[in-house]
């Protein structure tokens, strides 16, 4: 197998320190001066980086400044990181588009589906993403959670029994402490109608060293457990990555991938193969990948919703199905996935469908008759509110 690359360790930085997470968040990049240690910055680079002060502040970990190319802006690595003049000139851009706070029955839960949640327990990450979709809270110390805070999430999930699902968010929950973690999680695990709880944590990926055996023992003690994180592209599968992935499935979590399509960085074919293809070599699942969101400051990354269908399409039987995840758009009501119409429409009594390089193929498959459970024999008229449906159907079309 391909041996992974590992993080530019400077020689001046003591190994020990290098991996451990605390030094990592103390020595974070924070200005101009800091990221000139790490790579040469553009001009863009150097006045987005004052003009977006009061608006997206930057911050880095030294482990993911060493993933970045040093003399290439468009490194995708740097895309995500650096700030750009272009988030100044969004016009669409929101700052809230899933409407989360309208969504928000009490202070940071955000309720779409009957029956889960997301939880934003933290206000604080690793690093800040320039397309974060929450970047009107990251950093931001209004959406602090105070412990009281935490604990009236808690009790509003306790009194809330249709929740079987808790996705602790942020923000990054990783970045609590061990003891606040296990507060929290033990806290959770009381609630008897709390069936699964999941993590959403972007540390495999810019700060790995967090994910400690200590860590990991103490979420394995409160299964189910499952953890989805965030990469992006191939160059952020290090080995360090691929180390912490493996101690939180050896503790028996599963572990995910949800991606943001963005441009520049991950919307082309062949990158998006490599980065699904390392992803499961590491035993991680590439899961979704979202459409970037009509968000604010982050018109260069989005990218037309045909064209994210089409490199999904491309991958269709190129490369190991579990290895494509699903592409999807999250939206106020949900999320919608965004599929390539396989099915192309009903002749009569067949379907046709397009295989994955587009040749079509008809599948028999009759018009449902309703069936006497008695016998297993057709009833005397066809089901009349299946045929119907499938009559108006158009051949040759997608099903709406
Ligand atoms: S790690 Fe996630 S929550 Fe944090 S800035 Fe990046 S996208 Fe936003």
């Given at each position: 197998m391909r041996a992974r690359p590992r993080s530019r360790r400077p020689a001046a930085v003591d190994p020990a320190d290098w991996s451990d997470w605390g030094w990592q968040m103390r020595e974070r990049v924070r200005d101009a001066q800091g990221l000139a240690e790490w790579i040469r910055p553009s001009e863009d680079e150097r006045r987005a980086i004052d003009a977006l002060a009061d608006r997206f502040r930057f911050v880095i970990t030294p482990y993911y400044a060493s993933l970045m190319d040093p003399d290439d802006p468009a490194c995708p690595v740097r895309r995500q990181v650096v700030p750009r003049?272009?988030?100044?000139?969004?016009?669409?851009?929101?700052?809230d588009p899933l409407d989360e706070v309208a969504h928000s029955p009490v202070k940071n839960i955000v309720r779409v589906y009957p029956d889960r949640i997301a939880f934003c327990v933290n206000n604080e990450c690793a690093l800040y993403c320039r397309y974060c979709l929450r970047k009107r809270m990251v950093g931001e110390p209004e959406w602090a959670m105070k412990k009281r805070e935490l604990q009236a999430g808690i009790d509003w999930v306790r009194e809330t029994p249709e929740i079987r699902d808790v996705l602790l968010t942020g923000g990054d929950p990783l970045i609590f402490s061990d003891d606040r973690l296990h507060w929290l999680l033990d806290s959770l695990r009381s609630i008897p109608h709390v069936e699964i709880i999941r993590l959403g944590t972007r540390l495999p990926v810019t700060l790995p060293f967090r994910v400690t055996p200590a860590l990991c023992t103490m979420l394995a003690s409160f299964h189910p457990i499952w953890l989805n994180t965030h990469f992006n592209h191939p160059r952020e599968l290090t080995a360090e990555a691929a180390e912490a992935c493996d101690r939180l499935t050896r503790a028996g979590i599963p572990v995910g991938n949800q991606s943001v399509l963005l441009r520049g960085v991950n919307d082309d074919a062949a990158v998006m193969k490599e980065l699904c293809e390392g992803l499961v070599r590491m035993r991680v699942r590439p899961y979704y990948v979202y459409q970037a969101q009509l968000l604010e400051g982050t018109a260069h990354f989005r990218v037309q919703i045909e064209r994210g269908v089409e490199i999904f399409h491309a991958l269709r039987g190129r490369t190991s199905g579990f290895a494509i995840p699903t592409y999807v758009l999250d939206t106020p009501y949900g999320k919608v996935p965004l599929g390539y119409p396989y099915l192309k429409g009903r002749e009569g009594d067949d379907v046709v469908v397009e295989a994955y390089d587009g040749r079509l193929w008809r599948e028999p498959n009759p018009i449902e008759r309703a069936i006497d459970p008695a016998t297993d024999t057709a009833r005397e008229a066809a089901d009349p509110a299946i045929a119907s449906s499938a009559q108006d159907a158009p051949a040759e079309k997608p099903p709406s």
């Open positions: 003049l272009a988030e100044l000139d969004d016009a669409a851009g929101l700052a």
